[in-house]
C-alpha cells in the first residue's frame, strides 16, 4: 500500500541550528513526494515538492531530495528561525486508482527559540 | 488570485445533528478533495471529486457521511447524525487536475457535544 513515516516530534531547535526532519515513504507505483507546513492558526500550504528520483525541492531555505534508493525525502534547512516554529508534514500522492489523494506523514512539530 | 474557502470555520453542534460543511475551490480548478484532521488520527482522505463525479470515496468514515459538487465547483460534505468521534477539522482542496500541486483550504473547526 501507500504510506508516509515521518519522525515524531516534538523538534525544539535554537534560532540558527541546522534541521532535520526524516520522512520515508512506501508506494505502489512511482509517486510525487511532498512537504506541507502548517503554521500556528493556519491552514496547510504547501513548502517543496519533487516529482521524480533525484530531483530536489527547495523553497524558504528548505531542500529536500527525492530519493528512490532509500524511499526518502527528508527535509533539511541549514539555519532555522523563530518563524519556522509550524507543523510539518511529509505526503505523496501516486496515480491510478487512488487519482492523486495525499497520504500525509503524522505530522512534525518544530519549536524553535530564539 | 482568490484561494480555497471554506464555511463556516467554526461548527458546534450537538450530538445527533445533522451538519454541512461548504468548500469554495479555486477558480478553474477541476479536483476537490476532502481531508480530515483529528489528534488521533492526524490527517486522512475522505473523498475526491473530479468535476461533479466522485471516482473516489473510499476515505468516507461511514455512511452518516456523504458529498456533493455542483457547476464543477460548489462542494457540500454533510455529516448526519454526528456523534463526538467526528469532531475534528474538515479540510478541503483543490488541484487543476488530479495528480497535480493541491491547495488547501483554512479547514471548518467541528466540535461535537
Known amino acids: 500500500g501507500n504510506s508516509v513515516t515521518q519522525m515524531e516530534g516534538p523538534v525544539t531547535l535554537s534560532e540558527e541550528a541546522f534541521l532535520t526532519i526524516n520522512c520515508t515513504y512506501t508506494?505502489?507505483?512511482?509517486?510525487?513526494l511532498f512537504w506541507y507546513v502548517q503554521y500556528p492558526g493556519e491552514g496547510l500550504q504547501l513548502l517543496l515538492k519533487?516529482?521524480?528520483?533525484?530531483d530536489k525541492g527547495s523553497n524558504k531555505g528548505f531542500e529536500a531530495t527525492y530519493r528512490k534508493e532509500t524511499t526518502s525525502f527528508h527535509l533539511e534547512k541549514g539555519s532555522v528561525q523563530v518563524s519556522d516554529s509550524a507543523v510539518y508534514f511529509c505526503?505523496?500522492?501516486?496515480?491510478?486508482?487512488?487519482?492523486?489523494?495525499?497520504?500525509f506523514g503524522r505530522g512534525t512539530q518544530l519549536t524553535v527559540w530564539p | 488570485g482568490a484561494g480555497v474557502s471554506q464555511s463556516p470555520s467554526n461548527k458546534v453542534t450537538e450530538k445527533g445533528k445533522d451538519v454541512e460543511l461548504r468548500c469554495d475551490p479555486i477558480?478553474?480548478?477541476?479536483?476537490l478533495y476532502w481531508y480530515r484532521q483529528s489528534l488521533g488520527q492526524g490527517l486522512e482522505f475522505l473523498i475526491y471529486?473530479?468535476?461533479?463525479?466522485?471516482?473516489?470515496k473510499s476515505g468516507l468514515p461511514s455512511d452518516r457521511f456523504s458529498a456533493e459538487r455542483t457547476g464543477g465547483s460548489v462542494s457540500t460534505l454533510t455529516i448526519q447524525r454526528t456523534q463526538q468521534e467526528d469532531s475534528a477539522v474538515y479540510l478541503c482542496?483543490?488541484?487543476?487536475?488530479?495528480?497535480?500541486?493541491?491547495?488547501f483550504g483554512p479547514g471548518t473547526r467541528l466540535l461535537v457535544l
Open positions: 482542496a483543490s488541484s487543476f487536475i488530479s495528480q497535480e500541486t493541491q491547495y
Open positions: 508506494a505502489t507505483g512511482y509517486p510525487s
Open positions: 519533487a516529482t521524480k528520483a533525484d
Open positions: 505526503a505523496l500522492s501516486v496515480g491510478g486508482s487512488t487519482l492523486g489523494r495525499l497520504y
Open positions: 477558480s478553474g480548478h477541476t479536483a
Open positions: 471529486f473530479q468535476g461533479n463525479s466522485a471516482p473516489d
